[in-house]
């Protein structure tokens, strides 16, 4: 019998988004493709139903509020090319998809700039209930200008900004949700008529640079009270921002070199605050075409890539990187540029070289980003996958990938069909699923926060015990 420790388990995420194509700019036009199907919830029930039979963490769903209007001056090319545009709400969703699933989780996106974190908190705490426990949310500071414009303001705050008003933005859902409601309040006793013990709830008197919130969250709390945090930046001041808030970070990385750096900092950051540096987990965009055989994988990567849009990816692009790429020559280089969107997106493309050493050009990273958005491709038989993944865990020391799609369901049911049972053939997947709440799948301590978070400072416990 092997001594041998066992082999570390690779987490998946589907990468979705309540919209057409989202990654894969064109592929909506590939016969197999249902994403124009997003308006219909048998779509996302099927979906999550073929993600849980595959024992993925969660579907992570993406937003953004506001149209890709950087790539030449007007939302025009985006409307045309059906490039996140347009787009509805993820919340509403989650419960369909909770109601034919067990297992899988759901990490959600909202932004912190447009949105009172009052009432949202209430609508957290709510698909919690709902979902037993089942939530994650994906903090955004927003990235798009004419999300900003629409809102009433005339641009973006400046990207470190964005990240100052978010951290209290935290604080105050970190005080609604662990510090108001205590959790024993609710005593539902028929024989009194007491529902809720007053003396255990309280208000939680924040005030600060940007918000103001004097009284008592109305929700009870649910099996998580905060859930999941989720991240998605890799800039200085976003690491900065995981390293107290995050349990789980989005990263896109094009090479393993550049992955493993970003995971180190991130890890040291989190270890930087008192956390465990495996405190969180961090998953990398990824997309998998995968067949039977290697040569029924490059042939269907050879067919999606007749479907893509180079315009469509050059508005994605444009909105990432802060930069209108319509003004550029297809064989231009970015070269150095300032930017208020993604810089971390802006720091990936700007160190990639082709073979002979040149950066890349605008028509490099237009066909990179064509399918499956700032992540790598991986396409071969489910084996060959399957052994590149296990590489990128053990070079990289990532714990999983959020995969983007070619086309879907297909890209997830091809995953399903013939990478994760060569993946579990080698121990490097899991059989099934923990037990309990999302948190508790993805770290197995628990449904609550833990005390080395910076929420758990806020929790009804530690604020009484500090007075």
Same mark, same amino acid.
């Given at each position: 019998?092997?001594?041998?420790?066992?082999?570390?388990?690779?987490?998946?995420?589907?990468?979705?988004?309540?919209?057409?194509?989202?990654?894969?700019?064109?592929?909506?036009?590939?016969?197999?493709?249902?994403?124009?199907?997003?308006?219909?919830?048998?779509?996302?029930?099927?979906?999550?139903?073929?993600?849980?039979?595959?024992?993925?963490?969660?579907?992570?769903?993406?937003?953004?509020?506001?149209?890709?209007?950087?790539?030449?001056?007007?939302?025009?090319?985006?409307?045309?090319?059906?490039?996140?545009?347009?787009?509805?709400?993820?919340?509403?969703?989650?419960?369909?998809?909770?109601?034919?699933?067990?297992?899988?989780?759901?990490?959600?996106?909202?932004?912190?700039?447009?949105?009172?974190?009052?009432?949202?908190?209430?609508?957290?705490?709510?698909?919690?209930?709902?979902?037993?426990?089942?939530?994650?949310?994906?903090?955004?500071?927003?990235?798009?200008?004419?999300?900003?414009?629409?809102?009433?303001?005339?641009?973006?705050?400046?990207?470190?900004?964005?990240?100052?008003?978010?951290? +209290?933005?935290?604080? /105050?859902?970190?005080?609604?949700? *662990?510090?108001?409601?205590?959790?024993? $309040?609710?005593? =539902? %006793? @028929?024989?009194?008529?007491?529902?809720?013990?007053?003396?255990?709830?309280?208000?939680?008197?924040?005030?600060?640079?940007?918000?103001?919130?004097?009284?008592?969250?109305?929700?009870?709390?649910?099996?998580?009270?905060?859930?999941?945090?989720?991240?998605?930046?890799?800039?200085?001041?976003?690491?900065?921002?995981?390293?107290?808030?995050? +349990?789980?970070?989005? /990263?896109?990385?094009?090479?393993? *070199?550049?992955?493993?750096?970003?995971? $180190?900092?991130? =890890? %040291? @950051?989190?270890?930087?605050?008192?956390?465990?540096?495996?405190?969180?987990?961090?998953?990398?965009?990824?997309?998998?075409?995968?067949?039977?055989?290697?040569?029924?994988?490059?042939?269907?990567?050879?067919?999606?890539?007749?479907?893509?849009?180079?315009?469509?990816?050059?508005?994605?692009?444009?909105?990432?990187?802060?930069?209108?790429?319509?003004?550029?020559?297809?064989?231009?280089?970015?070269?150095?540029?300032?930017?208020?969107?993604?810089?971390?997106?802006?720091?990936?493309?700007?160190?990639?070289?082709?073979?002979?050493?040149?950066?890349?050009?605008?028509?490099?990273?237009?066909?990179?980003?064509?399918?499956?958005?700032?992540?790598?491709?991986?396409?071969?038989?489910?084996?060959?996958?399957?052994?590149?993944?296990?590489?990128?865990?053990?070079?990289?020391?990532?714990?999983?990938?959020?995969?983007?799609?070619?086309?879907?369901?297909?890209?997830?049911?091809?995953?399903?069909?013939?990478?994760?049972?060569?993946?579990?053939?080698?121990?490097?997947?899991?059989?099934?699923?923990?037990?309990?709440?999302?948190?508790?799948?993805?770290?197995?301590?628990?449904?609550?926060?833990?005390?080395?978070?910076?929420?758990?400072?806020?929790?009804?416990?530690?604020?009484?015990?500090?007075?």
């Amino acid at each position: 019998m092997s001594n041998s420790p066992a082999r570390r388990h690779i987490r998946f995420n589907a990468f979705d988004m309540n919209c057409v194509g989202h990654q894969s700019p064109g592929l909506w036009r590939h016969p197999q493709d249902r994403s124009a199907d997003y308006t219909d919830l048998h779509y996302w029930a099927d979906l999550a139903q073929t993600l849980e039979r595959g024992l993925f963490d969660g579907i992570f769903i993406a937003d953004v509020l506001g149209s890709y209007d950087v790539y030449g001056g007007s939302a025009a090319a985006a409307l045309r090319q059906g490039t996140q545009t347009p787009v509805n709400d993820p919340f509403l969703l989650v419960s369909a998809m909770a109601l034919v699933t067990e297992n899988l989780g759901f990490g959600v996106t909202a932004g912190t700039a447009y949105e009172h974190p009052y009432p949202f908190a209430r609508r957290l705490a709510t698909l919690d209930h709902l979902t037993r426990g089942r939530v994650g949310w994906n903090v955004v500071t927003g990235y798009l200008p004419s999300a900003a414009r629409n809102m009433g303001n005339d641009d973006l705050l400046e990207h470190d900004e964005r990240y100052d008003h978010a951290d +209290e933005y935290l604080e /105050v859902v970190y005080k609604l949700l *662990e510090g108001s409601w205590e959790d024993d $309040a609710v005593v =539902r %006793d @028929a024989a009194t008529g007491v529902f809720t013990n007053p003396e255990k709830v309280h208000p939680i008197n924040h005030e600060g640079r940007y918000f103001k919130v004097p009284g008592i969250a109305i929700t009870e709390p649910s099996p998580q009270r905060t859930p999941v945090i989720y991240q998605a930046g890799a800039s200085m001041r976003g690491i900065a921002f995981a390293a107290g808030n995050a +349990e789980a970070v989005f /990263v896109g990385a094009p090479t393993k *070199e550049i992955l493993k750096s970003t995971v $180190a900092r991130i =890890r %040291d @950051a989190v270890q930087a605050t008192g956390r465990d540096r495996h405190d969180v987990r961090i998953y990398t965009m990824l997309t998998i075409i995968t067949d039977a055989t290697s040569e029924l994988a490059a042939a269907k990567h050879e067919e999606y890539q007749s479907y893509a849009s180079e315009e469509g990816a050059l508005v994605l692009l444009s909105g990432w990187l802060g930069i209108d790429l319509s003004a550029y020559g297809l064989d231009d280089e970015i070269g150095d540029v300032e930017s208020n969107a993604i810089k971390s997106a802006v720091e990936s493309f700007s160190k990639l070289r082709s073979d002979d050493g040149t950066p890349w050009t605008v028509r490099d990273i237009a066909a990179w980003a064509g399918i499956g958005g700032m992540g790598p491709r991986v396409v071969g038989s489910g084996a060959e996958v399957a052994r590149e993944l296990i590489a990128w865990v053990d070079e990289t020391d990532v714990d999983g990938f959020n995969l983007a799609y070619a086309v879907t369901p297909g890209s997830f049911e091809d995953v399903v069909e013939f990478v994760i049972p060569e993946l579990q053939a080698c121990g490097a997947y899991p059989t099934e699923y923990a037990p309990g709440t999302l948190r508790n799948k993805l770290f197995g301590r628990g449904d609550k926060l833990p005390e080395t978070h910076r929420g758990a400072a806020f929790t009804t416990r530690n604020r009484l015990a500090s007075r």
